[in-house]
């Protein structure tokens, strides 16, 4: 069983940075395809971005593109979501998720049904 513990969540002010971290334990990490994804109050959990177990490959949805970026140190069992120029609408839980779908070693799965494990999720809140 693999548990996921995200941090790093906060409140911010618009066009300032996080980065959020998850760290995972109970499985192989370096064989696991990790996501991000986010939830905003009353709206559905959407995929933010992902990378594969490798490193090599990652996605990310369009209305984060040129602003997130996803990392990942194998050695360290985590997997980073790197924010930048946030705006209000950035205002989510995020979640970490990994699967182990043998796909995902090549390419990116987007919807959450293709992940196992959840983290408990960290608040992110962005000030206008």
């Known amino acids: 069983q693999v548990q996921l513990v995200e941090s790093g969540g906060g409140l911010v002010q618009a066009g300032d940075s996080l980065r959020l971290s998850c760290v995972a334990s109970?499985?192989?990490?370096?064989?696991?395809?990790m996501g991000w994804f986010r939830q905003a109050l009353g709206k559905e959990r959407e995929f933010v971005g992902g990378?594969?177990?490798?490193?090599?490959?990652?996605q990310y949805a369009e209305f984060v593109k040129g602003r997130f970026t996803i990392s990942r140190d194998n050695a360290k069992n985590t997997v980073y979501l790197q924010m930048n120029s946030l705006k209000p609408e950035d205002t989510a839980i995020y979640y970490c998720?990994?699967?182990?779908?043998?796909?995902?070693?090549?390419?990116?799965?987007?919807?959450?049904?293709?992940?196992?494990?959840w983290g408990q999720g960290t608040q992110v809140t962005v000030s206008s």
């Open positions: 998720a990994t699967t182990n779908r043998p796909y995902a070693q090549r390419y990116v799965p987007v919807r959450s049904y293709e992940y196992d494990y």
């Open positions: 109970g499985g192989t990490f370096d064989s696991l395809g």
């Open positions: 990378i594969t177990w490798s490193g090599v490959s990652t």
